[in-house]
């Protein structure tokens, strides 16, 4: 397995669009395992193959505390979502900043699983959010652009300065 390098907003290649995913090979299983090393490793709950620059419609999700509910969501949908959520969110492609945006508090997703085996997920509170928070990476949609001109230039201030710092 590999730790990947994950991209930081606001790279464009965090924009591209991922296409669906039609080969279920031991290359797609192998990516699979990578991502979740890296967002292990990060660490974060969630991480989609659009972050390492694979515009593949792949996303790793664990918001376990003892970090083993792995899943794994190959070209996934949400075919139902209720309520609103108020979970602040991160993201490993933006460190250090969280904002609250606007979620469904619980979703129903239809996906396939590395194997190519289709199966439906109903997920509630942070596991709901990191769903529907990866799968906008899918559609070249990083959370922050939910937010105000005013804030995203903030941010962009913020990443700026920390990227500085650690050159």
Sequence with gaps: MATLNILRYPD???HKPAVPVT???DHLKQLARDLA???YA???VGLAATQVDEHKQLIVVDVSERRDSLVTLVNPRIVESFGESDIEEGCLSVPGIFEVVPRAE???VRAYDANGTIFTLEAQGLLAV???HEMDHLEGKVFVEYLSQLKQTRIRAKLAKQLRKSA
């Design 12 to 14: 464009a290649r965090l």
């Design 106 to 108: 619980r979703v129903r």
């Design 23 to 25: 080969v279920f090979d």
């Design 42 to 44: 990060a660490p974060g």
């Design 130 to 132: 990191c769903i529907q």
């Design 37 to 39: 090393e890296t967002m």
